[in-house]
């Protein structure tokens, strides 16, 4: 038909004669422009504060010119730093010993970075891979103008360390700003001799394992959020309006207390002198000698991340349960189901969509989540986010800050399409 | 025309305001120590130049600095922070110099130079007060005395929670000299392998009776609450928490670990000469001496020693409660900056990974 139409000998026009086709296409584009036009801000908006400073955070994980550049904080005249050394390693295959040029080349390298007062910069870069390097930047920059050759001679004579295999192994990865190595770091991996990757010694094994305990802890929070959540939801649901509305403000209540108080007020219920402890000890449940430990450890964190936690759940169930009818679940009954099989075959599937937001919900920020663990965590309720900020703050390696982020983002990422594959996207439902 | 004078007199009075409005932004570890600091420096510094001191508080502030400054969008004027950072910091080109010369001599006319203490004064840094990381305990909540720093870690003589500092710095030291080892050996054996295995060993024996706090206002409260039997803690906040409120908290000197706490001027600081001005004036021979009646940390000069009275109560005197007391160095360790501004990334990840463990 409409084929017919196309090859027909009059092709539909509008009042002015042009063809239909090409109007319509100019009021669509037209249209289109204007909503691109009206969403330009937002996405201008995105880009700048989300995109980009991520895209430039993510890029230090595999980005650190800590030994090839030196920018000057106040002019930001950018300097090329260790330039000597580069020739020699290029020049040079992995595993040749450094010879007496490789010597001079490293004392000319050091005097530029006396010069340019760097030797803590470059010195921090190896340090990251090998501990205890940085010292020897800096105290030989400190004397580098007063080397004189056999430069060999000198640097080893000023500290044995310079000759160490390893340190010049490291020198080489880092004598160019691309790097993989925080990558294996974060996974617990370092490079040996000859550049194998393998895993770092056993008492500094951690990351993987807080990568492992973040997962666990985040599914195990998210299951018992949907186990609280789940008949409150349908309470809320149930109830006539006038009844509901006030439990749904006990429910938001906590929501739009600051995540500081409901956090601190934890700790006041659950220390070992606190609220609870205090009650059970009062009533004689438990001796004062063997008060329970709630808090500073994994214990405290579940809990109090299920009940920060908790309307995230709740309002995506509600959402679904509200409009469910109920005649559906009493049609059911009245067709024979016992109320157990009404409810597993007629009501939960149709609360599924909101399981299925309630819990992603939960689950990715639980994953991130940062400051409850910092402060009623202890030693063992840390979160893999915790090391993140300690690399930020702390320890100030930001490269490996970044390439644990990325390792995390890229791990959510990976479970979303899982998700997607298995009980897929389109089943979401937040309201 | 009424519009233009409007104009021009808002452009007048903004102008001066900005030229009038001079104000510096002073970062510290808040609780006890900041408010020694603003009755100390901060008011008389106000009331002299008419610049004000805005005072803002972190748990360390050596950790915004390198985000401040490579953001390029710098707040702080000046940060109170420990010697390893201040070296660390110093290294990598993220603080101002410190320009000996702007620093007044003591009243006596001993230059800057000689006045202060050996280290105080570094490329980018000036000491304003020496003070110890010792342990504390409550006599309300410990039967008997602790006395050695053995004592801490001996919870069947002792027994109950103990408050340690989350990090590497300070708590390993502590472990290996209640292991015994004499405090001049103690970074030679930590800087072996099998020394921070010691370290840990020790650490071990009492990892499920810790309770970790990471800001310095934490321990007299965990004490006073009775949350830990003892602490590890910043003398200065302990001498407070004891004398000012009355708390029956006592400090075991021994086995105690000296740091200096050091003024730095971020790289791009936005009131780098009123920062300086005040940095200059801080550190002069009174106010070091006059911070010591607020908080029992001792003065970096020692022009200042001698200035150094009664607490501002004005019956308790001082000096008896300063790290730097010859009664309480029996047994004291001074902090090695350069062996932490090496080993500091490598010690804070063992210590990570032990805690997870």
Same mark, same amino acid.
Request: hydrophobic fraction near 45%.
């Given at each position: 038909?409409?084929?017919a139409?196309?090859?027909?000998q009059q092709?539909?026009?509008?009042?002015?004669?042009?063809?239909?086709?090409?109007?319509?296409?100019r009021?669509?584009?037209?249209?289109? &422009?204007?909503?691109?036009l009206?969403v330009?801000?937002?996405?201008?908006?995105i880009?700048i504060? %989300?995109?980009?400073?991520?895209?430039?955070?993510?890029?230090?994980?595999v980005?650190?010119?800590?030994f #090839?550049?030196?920018?000057?904080? /106040?002019?930001g005249?950018e300097?090329?730093?260790?330039?000597?050394?580069? /020739?020699?390693?290029?020049?040079?295959?992995?595993? #040749?010993?450094p010879?007496?040029?490789?010597?001079?080349?490293?004392?000319a390298d050091?005097?530029e970075?006396?010069?340019?007062r760097?030797?803590?910069q470059?010195?921090?870069?190896?340090?990251?891979?090998l501990?205890?390097?940085?010292?020897? %930047?800096?105290k030989a $920059?400190?004397?580098?103008?007063?080397?004189?050759?056999?430069?060999?001679?000198?640097l080893?004579d000023l500290?044995?360390?310079?000759?160490?295999?390893a340190l010049?192994? =490291?020198?080489?990865?880092a004598?160019?700003?691309?790097?993989?190595?925080?990558?294996?770091?974060?996974?617990? &991996?370092t490079?040996d001799?000859?550049?194998?990757?393998i895993?770092?010694?056993?008492?500094?094994?951690?990351?993987?394992?807080?990568?492992k305990r973040?997962?666990?802890?985040?599914?195990l929070?998210?299951?018992l959020?949907?186990?609280?959540?789940?008949?409150?939801?349908?309470?809320l649901a =149930?109830?006539?309006?006038?009844?509901?509305?006030?439990?749904?403000i006990?429910?938001?209540?906590?929501?739009w207390t600051?995540?500081l108080?409901?956090?601190?007020?934890?700790m006041?219920l659950l220390q070992?002198?606190?609220?609870v402890n205090?009650?059970?000890?009062?009533?004689?449940?438990l001796?004062?000698?063997n &008060?329970?430990?709630?808090?500073?450890?994994?214990?405290? #964190?579940?809990i109090?991340? #299920?009940h920060?936690?908790l309307?995230?759940?709740v309002l995506p169930?509600?959402?679904?349960m509200r409009?469910?009818?109920?005649?559906?679940?009493?049609?059911? &009954?009245s067709?024979?189901?016992?109320s157990w099989t009404? %409810?597993?075959? =007629?009501?939960?599937?149709?609360?599924?969509?909101?399981?299925?937001a309630?819990?992603?919900?939960v689950?990715i920020?639980?994953?991130?989540?940062?400051?409850?663990?910092a402060?009623?965590?202890g030693?063992?309720?840390q979160?893999?986010s915790n090391l993140?900020? %300690?690399?930020?703050q702390k320890?100030?390696?930001w490269?490996? $800050?970044?390439?644990?982020?990325?390792?995390?983002? /890229?791990?959510?990422?990976?479970?979303?399409?899982?998700?997607?594959r298995?009980?897929?996207?389109?089943?979401?439902?937040?309201? | 025309m009424?519009?233009?004078?409007?104009? @021009?007199?808002?452009?007048?009075?903004?102008?001066?305001?900005?030229?009038?409005?001079q104000?510096v932004?002073?970062?510290?570890?808040?609780g006890?120590?900041?408010k020694?600091?603003?009755?100390?420096?901060?008011?008389?510094?106000?009331a002299?130049t008419?610049?004000?001191?805005?005072?803002i508080?972190?748990?360390?502030?050596a950790?915004?600095?390198?985000?401040?400054?490579?953001?390029?969008?710098?707040s702080?004027d000046?940060?109170?922070?420990?010697?390893?950072d201040?070296v660390?910091l110093?290294?990598?080109?993220l603080l101002?110099?410190?320009?000996v010369?702007?620093?007044?001599?003591a009243?006596?006319? !001993?230059?800057? !130079?000689?006045?202060?203490?050996?280290?105080?004064?570094?490329?980018?840094?000036?000491a304003?007060i020496?003070?110890? !990381?010792?342990?504390?305990?409550?006599?309300?909540?410990?039967?008997?005395?602790?006395?050695?720093?053995g004592?801490?870690?001996?919870t069947?003589?002792? *027994?109950?929670?103990?408050?340690?500092?989350k990090?590497?710095?300070?708590?390993?030291?502590?472990?290996?000299?209640?292991?015994?080892?004499?405090?001049?050996?103690?970074?030679?054996? @930590?800087?072996?392998?099998?020394?921070?295995?010691?370290?840990?060993?020790?650490?071990d024996?009492?990892k499920?009776?810790?309770?970790?706090?990471?800001?310095?206002?934490?321990?007299?409260?965990?004490?006073?609450?009775?949350?830990?039997?003892?602490?590890?803690?910043?003398?200065?906040?302990?001498?407070?928490?004891?004398?000012a409120?009355?708390? *029956?908290?006592?400090?075991?000197?021994?086995?105690q670990? @000296?740091?200096?706490?050091l003024?730095?001027?971020?790289?791009?600081?936005?009131?780098?000469?009123?920062?300086?001005k005040?940095?200059?004036?801080?550190?002069d !021979?009174q106010?070091?001496?006059?911070?010591?009646?607020?908080?029992?940390?001792?003065?970096?000069?020692?022009?200042?020693?001698?200035?150094?009275?009664?607490?501002?109560?004005?019956?308790?005197?001082?000096?008896?409660h300063?790290?730097?007391?010859?009664?309480?160095?029996?047994?004291?360790?001074?902090?090695?900056?350069?062996?932490?501004?090496?080993?500091?990334?490598e010690?804070n990840e063992?210590?990570?990974a032990?805690?997870?463990?």
């Amino acid at each position: 038909m409409s084929d017919a139409m196309a090859n027909g000998q009059q092709m539909l026009t509008t009042a002015d004669g042009k063809p239909l086709k090409q109007a319509l296409a100019r009021a669509q584009s037209h249209a289109k &422009r204007r909503a691109f036009l009206l969403v330009l801000p937002l996405l201008a908006f995105i880009l700048i504060t %989300f995109v980009a400073p991520i895209g430039q955070m993510l890029k230090r994980s595999v980005h650190n010119d800590g030994f #090839t550049m030196h920018t000057d904080i /106040g002019s930001g005249v950018e300097t090329p730093i260790m330039v000597n050394l580069k /020739g020699w390693f290029k020049a040079n295959p992995a595993g #040749t010993s450094p010879d007496e040029p490789a010597y001079a080349a490293l004392a000319a390298d050091l005097v530029e970075l006396k010069r340019l007062r760097a030797p803590g910069q470059a010195g921090t870069r190896i340090n990251y891979e090998l501990s205890g390097s940085r010292s020897l %930047f800096t105290k030989a $920059a400190r004397k580098a103008d007063k080397l004189e050759p056999p430069y060999k001679q000198a640097l080893l004579d000023l500290d044995e360390d310079w000759g160490d295999p390893a340190l010049w192994r =490291v020198m080489r990865d880092a004598s160019s700003a691309y790097t993989s190595n925080f990558y294996l770091a974060a996974m617990d &991996r370092t490079r040996d001799l000859d550049g194998k990757v393998i895993m770092v010694n056993e008492n500094r094994q951690v990351y993987v394992k807080l990568f492992k305990r973040t997962l666990f802890l985040s599914l195990l929070i998210t299951f018992l959020t949907f186990v609280l959540a789940y008949p409150i939801a349908h309470l809320l649901a =149930v109830l006539p309006l006038r009844h509901s509305n006030l439990l749904m403000i006990l429910v938001l209540l906590p929501f739009w207390t600051s995540l500081l108080v409901r956090t601190t007020s934890w700790m006041v219920l659950l220390q070992s002198q606190g609220v609870v402890n205090d009650t059970l000890v009062g009533m004689g449940i438990l001796g004062d000698e063997n &008060r329970l430990q709630m808090m500073y450890n994994q214990l405290g #964190t579940v809990i109090a991340m #299920t009940h920060i936690l908790l309307p995230f759940m709740v309002l995506p169930l509600y959402s679904v349960m509200r409009p469910i009818n109920p005649s559906y679940v009493r049609a059911a &009954r009245s067709l024979g189901a016992t109320s157990w099989t009404a %409810f597993r075959r =007629v009501y939960f599937p149709q609360t599924v969509p909101g399981i299925g937001a309630g819990a992603l919900l939960v689950f990715i920020l639980a994953v991130g989540y940062y400051i409850t663990p910092a402060l009623v965590g202890g030693a063992d309720g840390q979160l893999i986010s915790n090391l993140i900020a %300690f690399h930020m703050q702390k320890s100030l390696n930001w490269s490996l $800050a970044a390439a644990l982020a990325a390792l995390l983002l /890229g791990g959510i990422l990976i479970l979303y399409w899982l998700y997607d594959r298995l009980v897929g996207i389109d089943n979401l439902k937040l309201g | 025309m009424k519009l233009k004078t409007v104009l @021009l007199a808002t452009a007048l009075t903004s102008a001066a305001y900005a030229a009038q409005a001079q104000e510096v932004t002073v970062m510290s570890w808040g609780g006890s120590y900041t408010k020694s600091q603003v009755e100390a420096y901060h008011k008389p510094f106000t009331a002299l130049t008419g610049i004000k001191i805005n005072s803002i508080d972190a748990d360390n502030p050596a950790t915004p600095i390198k985000a401040q400054v490579e953001a390029g969008n710098v707040s702080i004027d000046v940060a109170d922070v420990e010697f390893s950072d201040a070296v660390r910091l110093c290294d990598e080109g993220l603080l101002e110099p410190m320009d000996v010369a702007m620093l007044p001599a003591a009243p006596d006319g !001993t230059p800057a !130079t000689e006045d202060f203490i050996e280290g105080a004064l570094q490329d980018c840094a000036v000491a304003n007060i020496v003070w110890s !990381t010792v342990f504390a305990y409550n006599s309300d909540n410990v039967t008997g005395e602790p006395v050695t720093i053995g004592d801490f870690f001996d919870t069947t003589k002792f *027994p109950g929670k103990r408050g340690v500092r989350k990090s590497a710095k300070a708590t390993l030291e502590m472990a290996l000299m209640a292991d015994g080892v004499p405090s001049d050996e103690v970074y030679g054996i @930590l800087d072996t392998d099998e020394g921070v295995d010691r370290a840990f060993a020790k650490l071990d024996s009492i990892k499920d009776d810790i309770v970790w706090w990471e800001a310095g206002a934490q321990p007299p409260q965990l004490l006073a609450d009775g949350e830990v039997v003892m602490s590890t803690a910043y003398n200065g906040r302990i001498f407070n928490a004891a004398v000012a409120e009355g708390q *029956p908290l006592h400090v075991v000197w021994d086995g105690q670990i @000296l740091d200096f706490d050091l003024f730095v001027v971020p790289k791009g600081a936005p009131n780098k000469d009123a920062a300086m001005k005040f940095v200059a004036f801080a550190t002069d !021979t009174q106010r070091l001496a006059d911070q010591a009646s607020w908080i029992s940390y001792g003065p970096a000069r020692k022009s200042s020693g001698a200035l150094v009275g009664k607490y501002s109560d004005g019956k308790t005197e001082m000096a008896p409660h300063m790290p730097t007391a010859a009664a309480n160095l029996g047994n004291a360790l001074v902090n090695n900056f350069e062996f932490w501004v090496d080993k500091d990334a490598e010690l804070n990840e063992r210590f990570n990974a032990w805690l997870a463990n």
